[in-house]
Protein backbone atom coordinates (compact mmCIF):
# COMPACT_ATOMS: atom_id res chain seq x y z
CA UNK A 1 0.00 0.00 0.00
CA UNK A 2 1.24 3.22 -1.03
CA UNK A 3 2.56 4.78 2.53
CA UNK A 4 1.53 8.96 1.56
CA UNK A 5 -2.27 7.27 1.31
CA UNK A 6 -2.36 5.48 4.34
CA UNK A 7 -0.51 8.83 6.16
CA UNK A 8 -2.95 10.87 4.89
CA UNK A 9 -5.73 8.62 6.74
CA UNK A 10 -4.03 8.58 9.53
CA UNK A 11 -3.81 12.21 10.19
CA UNK A 12 -7.93 12.26 9.62
CA UNK A 13 -8.28 9.55 12.27
CA UNK A 14 -6.12 11.98 14.56
CA UNK A 15 -8.87 14.60 14.52
CA UNK A 16 -12.16 12.39 15.10
CA UNK A 17 -13.69 11.75 18.18
CA UNK A 18 -15.63 8.22 18.34
CA UNK A 19 -13.96 6.21 15.74
CA UNK A 20 -14.98 2.61 16.89
CA UNK A 21 -11.74 0.36 16.73
CA UNK A 22 -12.60 -3.41 17.31
CA UNK A 23 -11.00 -6.92 17.06
CA UNK A 24 -12.17 -8.65 13.52
CA UNK A 25 -11.46 -12.28 15.07
CA UNK A 26 -13.84 -14.15 14.57
CA UNK A 27 -16.71 -11.66 13.76
CA UNK A 28 -18.49 -10.98 10.39
CA UNK A 29 -16.32 -8.40 9.01
CA UNK A 30 -18.14 -5.40 7.19
CA UNK A 31 -16.96 -2.51 5.83
CA UNK A 32 -19.11 0.39 4.76
CA UNK A 33 -18.67 2.39 1.87
CA UNK A 34 -20.02 5.49 1.20
CA UNK A 35 -19.36 6.45 -2.82
CA UNK A 36 -18.26 10.02 -2.41
CA UNK A 37 -15.42 12.24 -0.21
CA UNK A 38 -14.73 11.56 3.33
CA UNK A 39 -15.97 15.07 4.37
CA UNK A 40 -19.12 14.87 2.47
CA UNK A 41 -19.55 10.89 3.47
CA UNK A 42 -18.93 11.90 7.63
CA UNK A 43 -21.60 14.46 7.41
CA UNK A 44 -24.38 12.13 6.18
CA UNK A 45 -26.49 10.79 9.26
CA UNK A 46 -27.57 7.68 7.85
CA UNK A 47 -23.92 6.77 7.39
CA UNK A 48 -23.20 7.45 10.91
CA UNK A 49 -25.88 5.79 12.01
CA UNK A 50 -25.13 2.35 10.14
CA UNK A 51 -22.26 2.35 11.43
CA UNK A 52 -22.92 2.47 14.90
CA UNK A 53 -25.85 -0.11 14.64
CA UNK A 54 -23.15 -2.48 12.92
CA UNK A 55 -20.64 -1.65 15.69
CA UNK A 56 -23.00 -2.43 18.83
CA UNK A 57 -23.54 -6.27 18.01
CA UNK A 58 -21.05 -8.39 19.68
CA UNK A 59 -20.79 -10.47 16.38
CA UNK A 60 -19.46 -7.54 13.79
CA UNK A 61 -17.25 -5.60 13.20
CA UNK A 62 -17.74 -2.45 10.92
CA UNK A 63 -15.50 -0.21 9.52
CA UNK A 64 -15.73 2.69 6.88
CA UNK A 65 -14.23 3.43 3.46
CA UNK A 66 -15.00 6.21 1.08
CA UNK A 67 -13.99 6.92 -2.49
CA UNK A 68 -10.37 8.81 -2.63
CA UNK A 69 -10.87 12.67 -3.57
CA UNK A 70 -9.86 13.89 -6.99
CA UNK A 71 -6.63 14.71 -5.87
CA UNK A 72 -5.93 10.90 -4.67
CA UNK A 73 -7.81 8.64 -7.01
CA UNK A 74 -5.06 8.84 -9.76
CA UNK A 75 -2.46 7.79 -7.45
CA UNK A 76 -4.35 4.82 -6.35
CA UNK A 77 -4.74 3.77 -9.56
CA UNK A 78 -0.88 4.43 -10.73
CA UNK A 79 0.62 2.53 -7.53
CA UNK A 80 -2.01 0.17 -7.88
CA UNK A 81 -3.37 0.52 -3.89
CA UNK A 82 -6.61 -0.82 -3.50
CA UNK A 83 -9.28 1.03 -1.66
CA UNK A 84 -8.69 0.25 2.01
CA UNK A 85 -11.12 0.99 5.45
CA UNK A 86 -10.22 3.58 7.30
CA UNK A 87 -9.57 1.95 10.55
CA UNK A 88 -7.99 -1.70 9.78
CA UNK A 89 -6.35 0.11 6.51
CA UNK A 90 -7.77 -4.11 4.82
CA UNK A 91 -8.44 -3.52 1.02
CA UNK A 92 -12.60 -4.40 0.44
CA UNK A 93 -12.03 -7.85 -0.87
CA UNK A 94 -10.51 -8.93 2.68
CA UNK A 95 -13.94 -8.09 4.19
CA UNK A 96 -17.33 -10.85 4.10
CA UNK A 97 -19.46 -8.16 3.56
CA UNK A 98 -18.85 -4.71 1.65
CA UNK A 99 -21.66 -2.34 2.44
CA UNK A 100 -22.83 0.73 0.23
CA UNK A 101 -24.66 3.45 1.72
CA UNK A 102 -26.18 5.68 -1.31
CA UNK A 103 -27.89 8.68 -0.84
CA UNK A 104 -27.94 10.48 -4.31
CA UNK A 105 -28.32 9.37 -7.77
CA UNK A 106 -25.38 11.23 -8.88
CA UNK A 107 -22.74 9.28 -6.63
CA UNK A 108 -24.35 6.34 -8.94
CA UNK A 109 -20.89 6.47 -11.29
CA UNK A 110 -18.73 6.76 -7.91
CA UNK A 111 -19.47 3.21 -6.85
CA UNK A 112 -18.17 1.83 -9.67
CA UNK A 113 -15.05 4.08 -9.54
CA UNK A 114 -14.88 2.58 -5.94
CA UNK A 115 -15.26 -1.13 -7.41
CA UNK A 116 -13.00 -0.65 -9.82
CA UNK A 117 -9.88 0.77 -7.24
CA UNK A 118 -10.95 -2.23 -4.92
CA UNK A 119 -10.25 -4.34 -7.84
CA UNK A 120 -14.26 -6.41 -7.73
CA UNK A 121 -16.07 -7.16 -10.51
CA UNK A 122 -18.47 -4.65 -11.30
CA UNK A 123 -21.71 -7.28 -11.86
CA UNK A 124 -22.41 -9.70 -8.91
CA UNK A 125 -22.86 -12.75 -11.68
CA UNK A 126 -19.13 -12.25 -11.97
CA UNK A 127 -18.31 -12.32 -8.75
CA UNK A 128 -17.41 -15.91 -6.96
CA UNK A 129 -17.64 -17.09 -3.56
CA UNK A 130 -14.40 -15.36 -2.58
CA UNK A 131 -15.81 -12.19 -3.58
CA UNK A 132 -17.19 -10.23 -0.72
CA UNK A 133 -21.35 -10.18 -0.31
CA UNK A 134 -21.57 -7.10 -2.10
CA UNK A 135 -25.24 -5.37 -0.86
CA UNK A 136 -26.60 -1.30 -0.46
CA UNK A 137 -28.78 0.64 1.33
CA UNK A 138 -29.80 4.31 1.55
CA UNK A 139 -32.47 6.02 0.20
CA UNK A 140 -31.77 5.70 -3.38
CA UNK A 141 -32.30 1.80 -2.52
CA UNK A 142 -36.23 2.38 -1.61
CA UNK A 143 -37.61 4.58 -4.73
CA UNK A 144 -35.72 2.91 -7.87
CA UNK A 145 -32.47 0.79 -7.27
CA UNK A 146 -32.76 -0.85 -11.05
CA UNK A 147 -29.92 1.35 -12.57
CA UNK A 148 -27.34 -0.14 -9.84
CA UNK A 149 -29.23 -3.37 -9.80
CA UNK A 150 -26.66 -5.45 -11.91
CA UNK A 151 -24.21 -4.37 -9.14
CA UNK A 152 -25.39 -6.04 -5.71
CA UNK A 153 -25.89 -9.03 -4.16
CA UNK A 154 -28.48 -7.51 -1.85
CA UNK A 155 -30.29 -4.41 -1.81
CA UNK A 156 -32.14 -3.25 1.56
CA UNK A 157 -35.67 -1.21 0.11
CA UNK A 158 -36.49 0.84 3.17
CA UNK A 159 -35.24 1.59 6.38
CA UNK A 160 -32.29 -0.17 6.80
CA UNK A 161 -32.26 -0.49 10.84
CA UNK A 162 -35.62 -1.65 10.60
CA UNK A 163 -34.36 -5.41 9.04
CA UNK A 164 -30.43 -5.41 9.29
CA UNK A 165 -30.35 -7.48 12.54
CA UNK A 166 -32.64 -9.81 10.59
CA UNK A 167 -30.29 -10.07 7.41
CA UNK A 168 -27.13 -10.29 10.11
CA UNK A 169 -28.61 -13.19 11.72
CA UNK A 170 -29.28 -15.15 8.80
CA UNK A 171 -26.07 -14.68 7.15
CA UNK A 172 -24.27 -15.69 10.57
CA UNK A 173 -26.12 -18.59 10.26
CA UNK A 174 -25.24 -20.08 6.41
CA UNK A 175 -21.85 -18.40 6.68
CA UNK A 176 -19.34 -17.58 3.87
CA UNK A 177 -19.07 -19.14 0.75
CA UNK A 178 -22.75 -20.61 0.16
CA UNK A 179 -23.42 -17.04 -1.72
CA UNK A 180 -26.59 -18.73 -3.95
CA UNK A 181 -27.89 -20.24 -0.32
CA UNK A 182 -27.64 -17.26 1.64
CA UNK A 183 -29.59 -15.47 -0.94
CA UNK A 184 -32.33 -17.83 -1.19
CA UNK A 185 -32.70 -17.36 2.60
CA UNK A 186 -32.57 -13.73 2.48
CA UNK A 187 -35.29 -13.29 -0.27
CA UNK A 188 -37.77 -14.12 2.18
CA UNK A 189 -37.25 -11.31 4.35
CA UNK A 190 -39.74 -8.48 3.79
CA UNK A 191 -37.83 -5.32 2.50
CA UNK A 192 -34.74 -7.77 0.82
CA UNK A 193 -34.32 -7.59 -3.15
CA UNK A 194 -32.26 -9.97 -4.51
CA UNK A 195 -31.77 -8.32 -7.81
CA UNK A 196 -30.59 -11.42 -9.96
CA UNK A 197 -33.64 -13.35 -8.89
CA UNK A 198 -35.39 -11.12 -11.30
CA UNK A 199 -35.69 -10.57 -15.24
CA UNK A 200 -36.80 -8.29 -17.30
CA UNK A 201 -38.45 -8.07 -20.66
CA UNK A 202 -38.95 -5.69 -22.71
CA UNK A 203 -41.18 -4.25 -26.02
CA UNK A 204 -39.90 -2.91 -28.81
CA UNK A 205 -40.78 0.59 -28.13
CA UNK A 206 -38.06 0.19 -25.25
CA UNK A 207 -41.14 -0.08 -22.48
CA UNK A 208 -41.00 -2.62 -20.00
CA UNK A 209 -43.23 -5.62 -20.75
CA UNK A 210 -42.68 -7.85 -17.66
CA UNK A 211 -40.55 -8.34 -14.63
CA UNK A 212 -40.60 -12.62 -14.22
CA UNK A 213 -39.62 -13.64 -10.30
CA UNK A 214 -37.38 -16.63 -10.22
CA UNK A 215 -36.49 -19.12 -7.45
CA UNK A 216 -40.14 -18.12 -5.58
CA UNK A 217 -38.79 -14.64 -4.91
CA UNK A 218 -41.62 -12.35 -4.10
CA UNK A 219 -43.48 -10.48 -7.27
CA UNK A 220 -43.49 -7.11 -4.84
CA UNK A 221 -40.74 -5.80 -2.69
CA UNK A 222 -42.72 -4.23 0.34
CA UNK A 223 -40.68 -0.61 1.46
CA UNK A 224 -39.90 -1.44 5.53
CA UNK A 225 -39.73 1.54 8.03
CA UNK A 226 -39.50 1.50 11.22
CA UNK A 227 -42.51 2.44 13.18
CA UNK A 228 -41.28 4.52 16.41
CA UNK A 229 -38.48 7.00 15.74
CA UNK A 230 -37.50 7.79 19.60
CA UNK A 231 -35.96 4.06 19.37
CA UNK A 232 -34.23 4.10 16.05
CA UNK A 233 -30.45 3.07 16.54
CA UNK A 234 -29.48 6.14 14.25
CA UNK A 235 -27.18 8.56 15.72
CA UNK A 236 -24.07 10.57 15.44
CA UNK A 237 -20.90 8.43 16.35
CA UNK A 238 -18.03 10.07 15.02
CA UNK A 239 -17.90 14.01 15.21
CA UNK A 240 -14.61 15.27 12.92
CA UNK A 241 -13.70 18.79 11.77
CA UNK A 242 -12.79 17.52 8.63
CA UNK A 243 -16.49 16.62 7.86
CA UNK A 244 -18.55 19.08 5.94
CA UNK A 245 -20.61 19.90 8.86
CA UNK A 246 -17.54 20.38 10.77
CA UNK A 247 -17.68 19.08 14.62
CA UNK A 248 -21.43 19.17 14.32
CA UNK A 249 -23.63 15.92 16.01
CA UNK A 250 -26.69 15.43 14.04
CA UNK A 251 -29.49 14.45 15.20
CA UNK A 252 -33.08 13.89 13.62
CA UNK A 253 -36.18 15.19 14.72
CA UNK A 254 -38.61 13.60 12.23
CA UNK A 255 -38.46 11.51 9.11
CA UNK A 256 -41.24 12.16 6.31
CA UNK A 257 -43.13 14.98 5.70
CA UNK A 258 -46.80 15.71 6.24
CA UNK A 259 -47.24 18.12 3.59
CA UNK A 260 -46.63 15.70 0.42
CA UNK A 261 -45.06 18.69 -2.69
CA UNK A 262 -46.16 16.72 -5.53
CA UNK A 263 -42.71 16.84 -6.70
CA UNK A 264 -41.02 15.47 -3.56
CA UNK A 265 -39.50 12.34 -2.72
CA UNK A 266 -39.20 12.63 1.12
CA UNK A 267 -42.82 13.08 1.83
CA UNK A 268 -43.90 9.61 -0.52
CA UNK A 269 -41.42 7.52 0.21
CA UNK A 270 -40.96 8.56 4.14
CA UNK A 271 -44.57 8.21 4.90
CA UNK A 272 -45.71 7.94 7.59
CA UNK A 273 -44.20 10.93 9.22
CA UNK A 274 -42.75 9.98 12.45
CA UNK A 275 -41.29 12.05 15.32
CA UNK A 276 -39.25 11.64 17.81
CA UNK A 277 -40.15 12.29 21.51
CA UNK A 278 -39.29 15.45 23.59
CA UNK A 279 -37.55 13.09 26.63
CA UNK A 280 -35.47 11.04 23.20
CA UNK A 281 -34.16 13.73 21.72
CA UNK A 282 -33.50 15.25 25.07
CA UNK A 283 -31.64 12.65 26.28
CA UNK A 284 -30.05 12.69 22.71
CA UNK A 285 -29.14 16.48 22.52
CA UNK A 286 -27.51 16.43 26.66
CA UNK A 287 -25.09 12.82 25.01
CA UNK A 288 -24.09 15.24 22.37
CA UNK A 289 -23.56 18.09 24.77
CA UNK A 290 -20.52 16.36 26.03
CA UNK A 291 -18.81 15.75 23.23
CA UNK A 292 -19.85 19.50 21.23
CA UNK A 293 -21.70 22.40 21.51
CA UNK A 294 -22.52 22.19 17.81
CA UNK A 295 -25.71 20.04 16.88
CA UNK A 296 -27.17 20.01 13.68
CA UNK A 297 -31.19 18.81 13.60
CA UNK A 298 -32.45 16.98 10.68
CA UNK A 299 -35.79 17.11 9.59
CA UNK A 300 -37.45 18.01 6.61
CA UNK A 301 -40.21 20.24 8.17
CA UNK A 302 -38.96 21.25 11.36
CA UNK A 303 -41.55 24.30 11.69
CA UNK A 304 -43.92 21.07 12.05
CA UNK A 305 -41.59 19.58 15.02
CA UNK A 306 -44.03 19.23 17.78
CA UNK A 307 -41.45 19.85 20.73
CA UNK A 308 -39.50 22.13 18.42
CA UNK A 309 -39.58 25.45 20.37
CA UNK A 310 -38.48 23.18 23.72
CA UNK A 311 -35.76 21.82 22.03
CA UNK A 312 -34.25 25.14 20.55
CA UNK A 313 -34.54 26.94 24.31
CA UNK A 314 -32.46 24.13 25.43
CA UNK A 315 -29.29 26.32 26.62
CA UNK A 316 -25.63 25.85 25.98
CA UNK A 317 -26.46 24.44 22.59
CA UNK A 318 -25.61 25.93 19.01
CA UNK A 319 -28.09 24.89 17.14
CA UNK A 320 -28.17 24.31 13.18
CA UNK A 321 -31.61 23.76 11.34
CA UNK A 322 -32.61 22.75 8.13
CA UNK A 323 -34.78 25.01 6.60
CA UNK A 324 -38.06 26.44 7.84
CA UNK A 325 -41.56 26.40 6.40
CA UNK A 326 -42.93 30.18 5.55
CA UNK A 327 -45.46 29.99 8.41
CA UNK A 328 -47.15 32.09 11.30
CA UNK A 329 -45.72 29.02 13.37
CA UNK A 330 -42.09 29.48 12.03
CA UNK A 331 -42.07 33.32 12.78
CA UNK A 332 -42.65 32.41 16.57
CA UNK A 333 -39.49 30.68 15.96
CA UNK A 334 -37.31 33.23 14.37
CA UNK A 335 -36.59 34.74 17.80
CA UNK A 336 -34.83 31.13 19.27
CA UNK A 337 -32.76 31.53 16.19
CA UNK A 338 -31.06 34.84 16.95
CA UNK A 339 -27.30 34.85 16.17
CA UNK A 340 -27.67 32.33 13.57
CA UNK A 341 -25.79 33.20 10.07
CA UNK A 342 -28.26 31.60 8.19
CA UNK A 343 -32.10 30.59 7.26
CA UNK A 344 -33.60 28.89 5.21
CA UNK A 345 -37.24 28.43 3.33
CA UNK A 346 -38.50 27.17 0.55
CA UNK A 347 -40.93 28.72 -1.47
CA UNK A 348 -40.01 26.87 -4.36
CA UNK A 349 -42.24 28.77 -7.11
CA UNK A 350 -42.52 32.35 -7.29
CA UNK A 351 -46.69 32.74 -7.90
CA UNK A 352 -49.95 31.42 -6.21
CA UNK A 353 -51.03 29.21 -9.10
CA UNK A 354 -47.70 27.47 -9.32
CA UNK A 355 -47.26 26.81 -5.66
CA UNK A 356 -50.84 25.11 -6.01
CA UNK A 357 -49.64 23.08 -9.15
CA UNK A 358 -46.85 21.73 -6.95
CA UNK A 359 -49.47 21.34 -3.83
CA UNK A 360 -46.78 23.91 -1.93
CA UNK A 361 -50.04 24.91 0.78
CA UNK A 362 -48.06 28.26 1.33
CA UNK A 363 -49.29 31.73 0.21
CA UNK A 364 -47.15 34.94 -0.65
CA UNK A 365 -47.99 36.73 2.91
CA UNK A 366 -46.77 33.42 4.74
CA UNK A 367 -43.09 33.66 2.59
CA UNK A 368 -43.12 37.42 3.15
CA UNK A 369 -44.15 37.62 6.88
CA UNK A 370 -41.81 34.65 7.29
CA UNK A 371 -38.75 37.02 5.33
CA UNK A 372 -39.76 40.20 6.92
CA UNK A 373 -39.09 38.34 10.40
CA UNK A 374 -35.34 36.68 9.39
CA UNK A 375 -33.97 39.96 8.23
CA UNK A 376 -35.14 42.16 10.81
CA UNK A 377 -34.18 39.69 13.23
CA UNK A 378 -30.55 40.46 12.30
CA UNK A 379 -29.72 37.11 10.73
CA UNK A 380 -27.14 37.20 8.07
CA UNK A 381 -28.54 35.43 5.26
CA UNK A 382 -32.10 34.40 4.21
CA UNK A 383 -31.49 31.67 1.67
CA UNK A 384 -34.72 30.88 -0.45
CA UNK A 385 -35.03 27.49 -2.03
CA UNK A 386 -36.72 27.44 -5.90
CA UNK A 387 -37.24 24.76 -8.53
CA UNK A 388 -37.73 25.90 -11.97
CA UNK A 389 -38.53 23.62 -15.09
CA UNK A 390 -41.46 22.32 -13.36
CA UNK A 391 -44.68 21.14 -14.82
CA UNK A 392 -46.69 23.68 -16.59
CA UNK A 393 -44.54 26.30 -15.87
CA UNK A 394 -45.05 29.27 -18.13
CA UNK A 395 -42.49 32.20 -17.90
CA UNK A 396 -45.05 34.58 -16.03
CA UNK A 397 -44.19 31.56 -12.94
CA UNK A 398 -40.65 32.19 -13.64
CA UNK A 399 -40.72 36.35 -13.49
CA UNK A 400 -42.79 35.96 -10.18
CA UNK A 401 -39.90 34.20 -8.43
CA UNK A 402 -38.09 37.75 -9.90
CA UNK A 403 -40.88 39.99 -8.25
CA UNK A 404 -41.12 37.48 -4.67
CA UNK A 405 -37.45 37.80 -4.64
CA UNK A 406 -37.75 42.03 -4.85
CA UNK A 407 -40.52 42.18 -3.03
CA UNK A 408 -38.75 40.05 0.03
CA UNK A 409 -35.78 42.97 -0.58
CA UNK A 410 -38.26 45.79 0.32
CA UNK A 411 -38.92 44.05 3.57
CA UNK A 412 -35.72 45.25 5.53
CA UNK A 413 -32.30 46.54 4.25
CA UNK A 414 -30.52 44.35 6.76
CA UNK A 415 -29.21 40.91 5.73
CA UNK A 416 -28.87 39.38 2.17
CA UNK A 417 -31.28 37.20 0.52
CA UNK A 418 -29.48 34.22 -1.49
CA UNK A 419 -31.45 32.27 -3.61
CA UNK A 420 -31.21 28.45 -4.32
CA UNK A 421 -32.33 27.10 -7.69
CA UNK A 422 -32.16 23.99 -8.94
CA UNK A 423 -33.58 22.23 -11.77
CA UNK A 424 -36.61 20.08 -11.62
CA UNK A 425 -36.06 15.97 -11.74
CA UNK A 426 -39.26 14.61 -11.90
CA UNK A 427 -38.57 11.21 -8.78
CA UNK A 428 -40.49 8.06 -8.60
CA UNK A 429 -43.70 7.10 -6.12
CA UNK A 430 -43.91 10.86 -6.81
CA UNK A 431 -47.07 12.19 -9.15
CA UNK A 432 -44.83 13.42 -11.26
CA UNK A 433 -43.20 10.56 -12.02
CA UNK A 434 -44.83 10.54 -15.49
CA UNK A 435 -43.78 14.06 -16.73
CA UNK A 436 -40.82 14.68 -18.98
CA UNK A 437 -37.80 17.00 -17.67
CA UNK A 438 -37.40 20.34 -19.22
CA UNK A 439 -34.84 20.72 -22.41
CA UNK A 440 -31.62 22.02 -21.59
CA UNK A 441 -31.87 25.40 -23.85
CA UNK A 442 -35.22 26.82 -21.71
CA UNK A 443 -33.86 25.85 -18.59
CA UNK A 444 -30.50 27.76 -19.03
CA UNK A 445 -32.77 30.78 -20.83
CA UNK A 446 -34.86 30.96 -17.20
CA UNK A 447 -31.81 30.77 -15.44
CA UNK A 448 -30.24 33.91 -17.53
CA UNK A 449 -33.61 35.80 -17.27
CA UNK A 450 -33.55 35.35 -13.08
CA UNK A 451 -29.88 36.41 -12.72
CA UNK A 452 -30.00 39.66 -15.24
CA UNK A 453 -33.75 40.55 -13.67
CA UNK A 454 -31.98 40.56 -10.13
CA UNK A 455 -28.33 41.18 -10.88
CA UNK A 456 -28.92 45.18 -9.58
CA UNK A 457 -30.79 44.32 -6.30
CA UNK A 458 -28.54 45.08 -3.75
CA UNK A 459 -27.98 42.45 -1.03
CA UNK A 460 -29.03 39.47 -3.63
CA UNK A 461 -27.27 36.54 -4.14
CA UNK A 462 -28.30 34.25 -6.70
CA UNK A 463 -27.14 30.49 -6.75
CA UNK A 464 -28.04 27.71 -9.00
CA UNK A 465 -27.43 23.76 -9.60
CA UNK A 466 -25.19 23.27 -12.62
CA UNK A 467 -28.55 22.06 -15.42
CA UNK A 468 -26.28 19.06 -17.20
CA UNK A 469 -25.62 17.60 -13.66
CA UNK A 470 -29.63 17.37 -13.13
CA UNK A 471 -30.08 15.68 -16.46
CA UNK A 472 -27.46 13.01 -15.06
CA UNK A 473 -29.52 12.88 -11.91
CA UNK A 474 -32.81 12.63 -14.09
CA UNK A 475 -30.97 9.94 -16.09
CA UNK A 476 -30.61 7.83 -13.54
CA UNK A 477 -33.69 8.48 -11.10
CA UNK A 478 -35.89 7.60 -14.15
CA UNK A 479 -33.90 4.84 -15.29
CA UNK A 480 -33.89 1.19 -15.57
CA UNK A 481 -31.16 -2.12 -15.48
CA UNK A 482 -29.97 -0.71 -18.93
CA UNK A 483 -28.92 2.40 -17.43
CA UNK A 484 -25.97 -0.01 -15.81
CA UNK A 485 -24.05 0.56 -18.97
CA UNK A 486 -23.79 3.44 -18.66
CA UNK A 487 -22.48 3.42 -15.64
CA UNK A 488 -19.82 1.07 -16.94
CA UNK A 489 -18.85 3.55 -19.33
CA UNK A 490 -18.01 6.26 -16.78
CA UNK A 491 -15.70 4.46 -15.05
CA UNK A 492 -13.39 5.99 -17.70
CA UNK A 493 -15.20 9.33 -17.99
CA UNK A 494 -17.08 11.57 -16.54
CA UNK A 495 -18.83 12.57 -19.53
CA UNK A 496 -22.10 10.84 -19.17
CA UNK A 497 -23.54 11.83 -22.58
CA UNK A 498 -20.56 10.23 -24.05
CA UNK A 499 -21.02 7.53 -21.91
CA UNK A 500 -24.76 6.77 -22.92
CA UNK A 501 -23.48 6.88 -26.69
CA UNK A 502 -20.87 4.03 -25.96
CA UNK A 503 -23.34 1.98 -23.89
CA UNK A 504 -26.28 2.25 -26.63
CA UNK A 505 -28.34 4.00 -24.40
CA UNK A 506 -30.87 6.45 -25.77
CA UNK A 507 -31.14 9.40 -22.27
CA UNK A 508 -34.07 11.56 -24.49
CA UNK A 509 -35.93 7.79 -23.66
CA UNK A 510 -35.86 8.60 -20.15
CA UNK A 511 -35.92 11.85 -19.38
CA UNK A 512 -37.72 13.96 -22.28
CA UNK A 513 -40.69 11.20 -22.63
CA UNK A 514 -44.14 11.61 -21.22
CA UNK A 515 -44.93 8.11 -19.78
CA UNK A 516 -48.72 7.19 -19.47
CA UNK A 517 -50.71 5.50 -16.82
CA UNK A 518 -50.54 2.09 -18.15
CA UNK A 519 -46.78 2.09 -18.47
CA UNK A 520 -44.71 -0.67 -16.29
CA UNK A 521 -42.41 2.07 -15.15
CA UNK A 522 -38.68 0.08 -13.56
CA UNK A 523 -39.54 0.76 -9.82
CA UNK A 524 -43.52 -0.36 -9.69
CA UNK A 525 -41.77 -3.73 -7.80
CA UNK A 526 -41.76 -1.64 -4.91
CA UNK A 527 -44.53 -1.63 -2.56
CA UNK A 528 -44.25 1.74 -0.89
CA UNK A 529 -47.78 1.80 0.52
CA UNK A 530 -48.37 4.30 -2.27
CA UNK A 531 -51.36 3.00 -4.81
CA UNK A 532 -50.25 4.29 -8.68
CA UNK A 533 -53.78 5.33 -9.10
CA UNK A 534 -53.48 7.50 -6.08
CA UNK A 535 -50.32 9.25 -7.65
CA UNK A 536 -51.90 9.30 -11.14
CA UNK A 537 -54.88 11.19 -9.97
CA UNK A 538 -52.95 13.63 -8.07
CA UNK A 539 -50.81 14.30 -11.35
CA UNK A 540 -54.14 14.87 -13.20
CA UNK A 541 -54.77 17.55 -10.58
CA UNK A 542 -51.69 19.40 -10.82
CA UNK A 543 -51.80 19.32 -14.22
CA UNK A 544 -55.24 21.32 -14.71
CA UNK A 545 -54.28 23.89 -11.91
Not at 83 to 92: A, G, N, T
Not at 352 to 380: F, Q
Request: net charge neutral; hydrophobic share 35%.
Amino acid sequence: MNRRLIEKVDTILSKEKGTIFKDPGGKINICLVYPDAYHIGMSNLGFQGIYSFLNRRDDVVCERAFLPDERDIGEYIRTETSIFSYESKRSLNRFDIVAFSISFENDYPNILKALNIAKIPFSSSERNEYHPLLIAGGVCCFFNPEPIAPIFDIIFVGEAEDSLNEFIDKYKVKGKGQKGEIKRELSNIEGIYVPEFYQVAYNNDGTIAERISLNNAPKKIKRRYIKDLSVSPVTTTITTPEAEFSDMYLIEAMRGCPWKCRFCLVGHIYSPPRKKDLTAITTEINRAKEITSKIGLIGPSLTDYAHIKDVLSIEDVDFSITSLRASEKSVELVALLKGHKSVSIAPEAGTERMRRVVNKKITEKDILDTSSLILNAGIENLRLYFIIGLPSETQEDVSGIVELVKKARRLSNRGNIILSISTFVPKPFTPFQWHAMEPLDSIKEKLKFIKKALKDEKGVKVFHDVPKYAYMQGLFSMGDRRVFNVLKAMVKTDDYKAACSEAGVDMDYYIFREKNFDEILPWDFIDTGISKEKLWNEYIEAMSV
